[in-house]
């Protein structure tokens, strides 16, 4: 036996070794794009669909975190094996289909934040949903990752049938021309493009109150803080729960581990922490599904609570 298994090793030996003398005119081509952002999982009798826009690699520094250094943060990025002073927000979506309603919650970049997101309609057509057939459109806030799909730059509607709702207090807040007046900066640029997108279809555009139930199955959660009217949606469908938590926990390897911290963000710091520990501390309680705007693609999975945060647990891949 000693001297088959040798005879094996030495061809075995032989036989790789030819692989190195592979001409290079042999090649493979290397791909050149990724393959499409769409996952989708059952939900008790809905379908969900989780839709990929793209990732932005924004450069930080010091002041990302109110109240943490740059040291911090760079050290809680280096403990999930991401470089230093880049900060990668994932975009993802979710397409709820309750079997006689579609619904979009959030639309996405649409491409005008990086180049390197605005793939959310090339997903919508890879996971079989023309825009034409969404019903609704749920908006959790007025950042403009969020509510830029909605039209195209030169004003026309990338959902033409959708009902629009959005919460109240977040209408309230950006759309007031008093809360515009002394607004700087990023800020003054989010009540500028809240006008961009909604000012010509404010009339169709229907305002819900917090905990109101916006569709079959969908109920809207009050997280205020990231911005004044900033909302989560818990959908259930049979015996089932998951809880699209928006941008309360902005990305799981800063902001879980650390709930405390309070990025730059979220408007009102202190709020928008009380908002994230009670939201995460209902997703173990419940052992809900989650998903989360900027988490990594799919952005699905559940939460576990750690001596001192909460750890993200991805989905695992499943057949359908």
Known sequence: MHEVSRRLFLTASALAGATFAIPSSAAVRFAGVQGP?????????????ALFDGVWYLPIDDKLVRNASGTEVNQALAAAFLPPNILPISFTALLV???TKVILIDTGTAGQITDTAGSLLDNLYVADTDPKAIDTILISHFHPDHIDGIKTLDGAKVFPNAEILVPEPEWAFWMNDANMGPAQGAVKRYFLNARRIFKDIAGETRRFAAGAEVAPGIVSVPAFGHTPGHTAFAIHSANQSMLAMSDTVRNPYLFARHPDWQPTFDMDGPQAVAARRQMLDRAVADRMLVQAYHFPFPACGHMAKTATGY???PVEWQPL
């Open 37 to 49: 952002g769409v996952y989708r999982f059952k939900l008790g009798d809905f379908q969900i669909s």
């Open 97 to 99: 289909n309750t079997g």
């Open 311 to 313: 750890e993200f647990v």
